[in-house]
């Protein structure tokens, strides 16, 4: 029984080992890639659309509905990055219906990864919006004695998304595995079907996390002179 993606190799030559987390990540690459290529090749705006800009809309409607309530900003940004992470993880974990598929996101590697990246994006969202000086300030409040805590919190958050996705996905790989073994047939179904549930709400978690993460970055807080005057014109109002 194989707990990892990793641990399974697909081919190897003269010491180039190609395992299936990184077969698997190619064919949910290739997927997304051939859906969007269907989903635009024949965009409209006219009152008939195909099903597949129709399925399109759909998706990229809900998730800026989301990145909106949550980050109380323009999402139109942070769209291209965090609709990659929630459709890369949603379609790696869907798949596991498929007999012989194991989830890329099953592997350590593949959720550090999806990890770092959010480790990088957060700083370029923050600098972007706010400006290098006023984004690396942060570091320094409430006071300057606090600044290793608040790096070490930026890589202990980091970890501890990839942690939660390796280890949710891949417990409920490996449950299905042992109930194939010690349980009739019926049981194990039950529990893909739980299994893929999981899946889908471990992708919500975890863009919701970088989402969550990159608008703390981004937020710029009213200075009190602002507030005053705000205050002021609604009162003349």
Known sequence: MEISPDAIIIFQW?????????????VVMVLLIFISWMATKNLTIGPKITRWQNFLEVIVGYIRQQVREITQQNPDPF???LGTLFLFISVSNLLAIVPGYHPPTGSLSTTSALAICVFFAIPIFGIAKKGMRDYFKHYLEPSIFMMPFNVIGDFSRTLALAVRLFGNVMSGTLIVAVLLIITPLFVPILMQVLGLLIGQIQAYIFTVLATVYIASATRIESK?????????????E
Request: glycine residues 6%; charged residues 25%.
């Open 79 to 81: 769209i291209p990055f």
């Open 14 to 26: 003269n010491g180039i080992h190609i395992n299936a987390t990184i077969v698997f990540t190619w």
């Open 224 to 236: 009190p002179e602002q507030i005053d005057q705000k205050e002021g014109s609604k009162e003349d």
